[in-house]
């Protein structure tokens, strides 16, 4: 499905399903040189359970047109912005990562418009090393090994994930190349990470959010340690922390335990 939104299309995924107003909605945004089939099981399962699913490519990458978002701001602008286009006063946010901070951001500017937070593998703040930004400008093969070590906590992923045998460090590395050449006059995988770097707004934006909001942590993540994310829970004001067994690739290391933390957060 491609929407109209700040002067460009973008993209969003709905699990096969017309978008139907009458509908709850839920808004997936995915992290740093990811897309919108990060979320599969959890996207198709709420698609087939009475949820509009809008699963989106983060602008100027992937299949969405327009300008990369250069901070966590502008992304949170761009999302408020889908939301206006389809006609939708009221939706669940569900980020990981980079999302994470962009579902945040975006519930704090406008809280009356979203009715449930899920922050996916999420940390405040979220730095990421020199050695990171410059090898993803210099050496993006060498960044995205990189960022593959530290993601994943196993090799092969339940069968509900990807199906039976998928190698998740191949999978993830072909996905984030993929991504990195959608955009040739924009390297996405430094922008991401700068944004990440540099959003210093978390502790200001949390309390400001007043919807439920989840935070779901991989037990084993060293992108995003466990004990980050629980610090920027002491300043939400209704939060839920649930931990998986997984590194920072939750959504295919932990499928199913994702999935049900998801649904039970957004049907209570």
């Known amino acids: 499905m491609l929407i109209p939104v700040q002067g460009a299309d973008l993209y969003a995924y709905t699990g096969g399903k017309a978008f139907d107003a009458a509908k ?4 997936f945004i995915h992290g740093v040189l990811n897309d919108h089939s990060v979320w599969i099981l959890q996207s198709r399962y ?7 699913v809008l699963a989106i490519d983060l602008p100027g990458q992937g299949k969405s047109g327009g300008k990369p978002p250069e901070s966590v701001e502008e992304a949170a602008d761009a999302v408020l912005a889908l939301l206006k286009a389809v006609g939708v006063d009221q939706a669940a946010l569900v980020g990981h990562s980079f999302g994470s901070l962009i579902a ?14 899920a922050m996916v593998g ?7 090393s020199p050695a990171l930004l410059d090898s993803a400008v210099n050496a993006p093969e060498k960044a995205i ?3 593959n070590t530290f993601s994943h906590s196993t090799l092969c992923p339940p069968p509900s994930a990807l199906g039976p045998g998928t190698w998740l460090y191949g999978g993830s590395r072909a996905l ?6 959608s955009n040739p006059q924009v390297n996405v995988f430094y922008t991401g990470f700068k944004a990440c770097d540099s959003y210093a707004g978390g502790e200001q934006a949390m309390p400001a959010v007043h919807c439920p909001t989840l935070f779901l942590i991989g037990k084993h993540d060293q992108m ?4 980050s994310a629980k610090a920027l829970a002491q300043h939400a004001r209704l939060a839920k922390i649930v931990e998986v067994n997984a590194g920072h690739a939750l959504m295919t290391e932990a499928p199913d335990e994702v999935l049900f933390a998801l ?4 049907s209570a």
């Open 24 to 27: 709850p909605t839920v808004v």
């Open 224 to 227: 995003t340690p466990p004990k």
């Open 122 to 128: 999420t940390a405040y703040p979220m730095k990421v």
């Open 145 to 147: 090994a990189m960022v």
């Open 263 to 266: 649904r039970d957060f957004l």
């Open 46 to 52: 709420l698609a087939n359970h009475g949820w509009n």
């Open 104 to 117: 945040l951001e975006a519930a704090a500017r406008a809280p009356a418009q979203v009715s449930h937070l």
């Open 176 to 181: 984030m190349r993929r991504v990195l050449a």
